[in-house]
Nanobody, 114 residues
Framework: VQLQASGGGLVQAGGSLRLSCAAS????????MGWYRQAPGKQRELVAA???????DYRDSVKGRFTISRDNAKSTLYLQMNKLKPEDTAVYYC?????????WGQGTQVTVSS
């Protein structure tokens, strides 16, 4: 499984970005997919994810601002990020967990200026 993340960039606080993650295979059967981020000097952390049963999971700091979605026909995972804050600055990674194996995209940099 190869994942290609895109959509990062430099944005002012309060702005929006939409991240995309294109998978090399069909994603319709995968229930555990999500976005993580890693800021300099910090551990990688969950941002948002689909879980079993089509439920979603968001970290508290992004609830109401970020929305995870998927387009199975395009084998693509998305993360809509609104009202961005400087503390959202990080490299964002997409992830698929399949049969106990984690697959990661290459990461896309998001920088939010104050």
């Amino acid at each position: 499984v190869q994942l290609q993340a895109s959509g990062g960039g430099l944005v002012q606080a309060g702005g929006s970005l939409r991240l995309s993650c294109a998978a090399s295979i069909s994603i319709w059967s995968f229930s555990n997919m999500g976005w993580y981020r890693q800021a300099p000097g910090k551990q990688r952390e969950l941002v948002a994810a689909f879980r079993s049963g089509s439920s979603t999971d968001y970290r508290d700091s992004v609830k109401g601002r970020f929305t995870i979605s998927r387009d199975n026909a395009k084998s693509t995972l998305y993360l809509q990020m609104n009202k961005l804050k400087p503390e959202d600055t990080a490299v964002y990674y997409c992830n698929i967990r399949a049969i106990g194996v984690d697959y990661w995209g290459q990461g896309t940099q998001v920088t939010v200026s104050s």
